[in-house]
């Protein structure tokens, strides 16, 4: 059973997660933006920025962790907090005249982290409209009826492509007779 479900895919390990993976990338470049000589003597704004972009990540992986859905809800949401704060610092460094250099890196990450948010926002929309409980909810019994559903489904797709490849073949077949004459 998996704990987070993104469209079609399911996802098992939160390390496979592209928000996650997305706010990780983030998260490095912005350690490496704030290790840059303007930062020096700025440590609070430094280390405020690297806690906030450092919490996106850590709170989609406590969140999927968890196992349930309402629990994944509340950390994607402080996640979605941290991206938001991640921006506003970034709209804030932008301003300050020691970061002036940074402006199109700092023009970039503030559009990654509201992507981010974005993906966030999705996510947590999805779930608030599903009847999924979450991983720490399961049975032995819901399990099988959730494999058997799963299978089900497998079965109905696969039915649809056979039947779309045999009307696709009929009129393939088609096309190649002759054409009467009258």
Same mark, same amino acid.
């Not at 079609?8 to 350690?31: C, G, H, N, Q, S």
């Not at 009847?131 to 909810?137: H, N, Q």
């Not at 399990?143 to 649809?160: G, I, N, P, V």
């Given at each position: 059973?998996?704990?987070? /479900? ?6 098992? +390990? ?10 990780? $990338?983030?998260?490095?470049?912005? @350690? ?15 280390? *405020?920025? #690297?806690?906030? $972009? ?5 709170? %989609?992986?406590?969140?999927?962790? +968890? ?23 970034? &709209? ?8 002036? &250099?940074?402006?199109? #890196? ?8 509201? %992507?981010?948010? +974005? *993906? ?11 009847? %999924? ?15 058997? /559903?799963?299978?089900?489904?497998? @079965?109905?797709?696969?039915? /649809? ?12 077949? +088609?096309? *190649? ?6």
């Amino acid at each position: 059973m998996t704990c987070g /479900k993104l469209g079609l895919m399911k996802y098992t +390990r939160f390390e496979d997660l592209p928000v996650w993976i997305d706010a990780t $990338t983030l998260a490095v470049r912005i @350690f490496l933006v704030t290790n840059e000589k303007c930062f020096q003597g700025r440590g609070d704004l430094k280390n *405020q920025l #690297e806690r906030a $972009t450092t919490s996106i990540a850590n709170n %989609i992986a406590e969140g999927f962790e +968890r196992g349930t859905t309402q629990e994944l809800l509340t950390f994607l949401y402080i996640a979605r907090g941290s991206a938001g704060e991640v921006r506003s610092m970034l &709209h804030l460094l932008d301003r300050l005249p020691w970061f002036t &250099h940074l402006k199109s #890196e700092i023009s970039d990450l503030k559009f990654q982290s509201e %992507i981010i948010s +974005r *993906q966030l926002r999705g996510w947590a929309d999805s779930l608030q409209n599903s009847d %999924i409980k979450g991983a720490r909810y399961l049975t032995d019994a819901s399990r099988t009826t959730q494999q058997r /559903k799963a299978s089900a489904a497998a @079965f109905d797709e696969r039915l /649809k492509t056979i039947v779309a490849d045999a009307a696709r073949a009929r009129e393939a077949a +088609r096309a *190649q007779e002759p054409e009467s004459q009258p």
